[in-house]
């Protein structure tokens, strides 16, 4: 049953105070009452009877309702205070409900009495919710409040202790006192147009601690309107996410080591579609295959495939389809006419894709099939040899202590079967000396335990031969579990022994051989390099060094004509100028571009101008480009590419327009360089260093070039870079 409505009643009037009971009690009977009449009896009944509602007269002897009402916000500041009495001006009462009191009814007027109570009620419990909400805000978030200018009029202790400010020191300051300096000033503009029209906006902030670190937040920034809809104030609420980010950005440099060891790894590594078109490769899988994979000729794993394994692809792909993975092996023919057989492990992958993608892992194991091979017939060969000589055997009588050998096991030993007697000790006798322990302690713990068991050891035959033998043994025992005969087989394996050792030779054979081939691709891009530092030393000989040399020249003749002294100095100065704008543009084909600061469609815009313009060619931009979509390695390589055919043009192409095109299609990014200029034959070899440099720019992202040329017709570089 609910409790009742205790209800404090501050009054001198027994009379009235029996008309208030009355009257409520005709409402309801859900009350329980309890009467004061002094200021005594009143502080008592607070703290004894904990009222839910107070009703109080307006004076009483030597007490009167504003110093009841003082008491009660004091010790109970959210209980309904409702003044009941006969007559009071509206200035008293405007007054006396500004101090705290809820209501006011007249004694004549009683019948609002109720109604007022559940007001006042509800009103306390609205208050006392809000109170809560605000308590829980502040203990589980980053809470500030400004004005609609910005500044902090608010900031909990949240805010405080991860900022590292005091609260005196946040109110009355923007938040530029938190700004790291990283977001980019049209982010900032986007948010503040977007509050600023009464929008709720909602991002990730990387903010600066007063102690210089770094702190990321999860923001909810809500405006709170006026009565015209315009904001007045906003409010705040973040969540710390700095770990978050940490593990984000863990997991970039995971993704980026990943996608390294993908590129360098030996093994192949492709993703196709259900139709069996190839969507990537890597490096080693273009190697092995010995073909340039382009994402736009549609090459298929059917395509690869050895000519007498075509009818295997269907039942492949219906492996995937059934099962979500296929494995096992697969014989190509390579783009050479070599023959390979590959261990491949291929899953499906149907979840968060579009389109099913096959995603595969591949091992070349030519050579050690081929090894396998060499193993099996050796084996065979073994194994024919056995079955002709027999594979020895041997026995215990546990009850009598006899032991019995085959004929074949005084052969392996290279025994006389009439010169010994068969045991143990004489089977441990012929052990290695670098395995008698362990052959002891494992015969010991068979007697002892009488479970069946195996090894294997090296023996030295009685004509001092070092060989390879295996042991293999199981008891028998009677029907009380009693062990009673001991049986096994004695081989000789010292030709598997062997075999292995060559595998294993010709593995570290083959591992050494790959060595060699990484070692040759380090040399191939040292002397890449090395071709860059003899083209940079040329540009300071030739136009450095020869315009030095002859401002030097000119200077000497100042002596012998010093009527000349202004025009050859001026010279002199205007040749001055030249090498240093000569050294300038060779620093810049050196120097990291600064893309923090310098966005890349700025950058390249300012090497066009320094290396095309001034060579009298004009060029004309189009651009569509979400560069926030690109990384600062991506956009490194795409400074430099832009760089070698600018190189490229100046040089050779004898072009007065070019048109260079940015943009961002679909998830690859897209770079156009065309030039009006002489253009070249399409089955010309392409040997160039620099068309080599670029395509191994390109290589590192998985990025494409194509070229599109003819003679007198200019030449179109197109590139792509996936920006997953």
């Not at 007027?109 to 306390?124: F, G, W």
Request: charged share 30%; proline share 2%.
């Amino acid at each position: 049953m609910e409790r009742p409505l205790k209800i404090l009643l501050l009054e001198d009037s027994s009379i009235d105070a029996e008309i208030i009971q009355r009257l409520l009690l005709k409402e309801t009977k859900n009350y329980s009452f309890h009467l004061a009449k002094n200021k005594k009896t009143f502080v008592q009944a607070l703290e004894e009877f904990s009222p839910d509602v107070i009703l109080s007269d307006n004076s009483l002897p030597k007490f009167n309702s504003k110093e009841a009402l003082e008491i009660t916000r004091q010790r109970l500041a959210q209980i309904p205070f409702i003044l009941v009495t006969g007559t009071v001006s509206e200035e008293f009462a405007a007054d006396i409900i500004k101090q705290g009191a809820d209501d006011y009814v007249l004694k004549d007027r009683m019948k609002r009495l109720p109604a007022a109570i559940d007001a006042a009620l509800k009103k306390r419990k609205v208050e006392k919710e809000i109170v809560d909400y605000r308590y829980a805000l502040d203990q589980s978030a980053i809470v500030a409040i400004t004005d609609q200018k910005g500044i902090i009029l608010y900031a909990n202790e949240n805010f405080c202790k991860i900022s590292k400010y005091s609260a005196e020191e946040l109110i009355g300051q923007d938040h530029r006192i938190i700004n790291s300096g990283y977001h980019d000033p049209s982010f900032i503009r986007y948010l503040w147009v977007t509050i600023a029209n009464g929008k709720i906006w909602r991002g990730e902030f990387r903010n600066m601690a007063k102690d210089g670190t770094n702190y990321w937040v999860d923001t909810t920034i809500v405006p709170f309107l006026d009565q015209s809809g315009k904001p007045y104030q906003y409010l705040a609420i973040r969540k710390d996410i700095t770990e978050k980010k940490k593990a984000e950005e863990n997991i970039k440099k995971n993704e980026e080591q990943y996608r390294d060891l993908v590129e360098n790894i030996t093994d192949l590594i492709c993703t196709h579609d259900l139709e069996g078109r190839i969507l990537s490769v890597n490096r080693a899988a273009e190697e092995l295959i010995g073909h340039k994979f382009n994402p736009q000729e549609n090459l298929n794993i059917k395509d690869i495939l050895a000519p007498d394994k075509k009818d295997m692809f269907d039942l492949y792909i219906s492996q995937l389809e059934n099962k979500g993975n296929a494995k096992g092996l697969m014989k190509i023919q390579t783009f050479t006419g070599g023959i390979h057989i590959w261990e491949y492990h291929n899953s499906l992958k149907t979840i968060g894709v579009k389109n099913p993608v096959v995603r595969g892992y591949a091992r070349d194991i030519t050579e050690s099939r081929k090894a396998e091979e060499n193993l099996r017939q050796s084996e065979i060969r073994l194994n024919e040899a056995q079955a002709l000589a027999h594979v020895s055997n041997w026995e215990i009588d546990l009850v009598k202590n006899n032991h019995t050998w085959s004929d074949e096991f005084y052969r392996i030993y290279g025994l006389a079967k009439d010169e010994i007697q068969p045991s143990a000790e004489l089977f441990l006798s012929f052990m290695h000396p670098d395995d008698i322990d362990q052959a002891q302690k494992i015969v010991q713990e068979a007697f002892a335990t009488s479970k069946d068991s195996s090894f294997e050891f090296r023996f030295i035959r009685k004509d001092g031969m070092i060989r390879h033998g295996y042991a293999e043994w199981r008891f028998e025992f009677n029907k009380k579990g009693n062990p009673i005969r001991l049986y096994g087989i004695l081989q000789d394996i010292t030709e598997r022994k062997k075999a292995e050792e060559e595998r294993k030779n010709f593995e570290h054979d083959l591992r050494e051989q790959q060595r060699h081939e990484q070692l040759l691709v380090t040399a191939t891009a040292l002397e890449s390099q090395e071709k860059e530092r003899n083209a940079i030393g040329q540009e300071l000989h030739d136009n450095v060094n020869q315009i030095l040399v002859g401002t030097k020249l000119i200077l000497s003749m100042v002596k012998n004509n010093p009527e000349k002294v202004n025009e050859l100095i001026d010279t002199s100065i205007y040749n001055l100028q030249l090498a240093v704008e000569e050294n300038r543009k060779i620093a810049h084909e050196l120097v990291i571009p600064d893309f923090e600061n310098i966005s890349l469609v700025d950058q390249i815009a300012a090497l066009t101008n320094t290396m095309l313009k001034t060579s009298a060619v004009n060029v004309r931009f189009d651009i569509d480009l979400q560069e926030k979509l690109l990384n600062d390695k991506q956009k490194l390589a795409i400074y430099r590419i832009t760089q070698e055919q600018c190189t490229n043009i100046v040089k050779y192409a004898k072009a007065t327009e070019v048109n260079i095109f940015l943009g961002t299609v679909g998830n690859v990014f897209k770079m156009v360089i065309a030039d009006n200029g002489e253009g070249m034959k399409m089955n010309k070899k392409t040997g160039g260093i620099g068309l080599r440099n670029i395509k191994g720019r390109l290589s590192i992202f998985n990025g494409t070039a194509t070229i599109n040329s003819a003679p007198g017709e200019g030449f179109v570089l197109t590139i792509g870079i996936p920006l997953n």
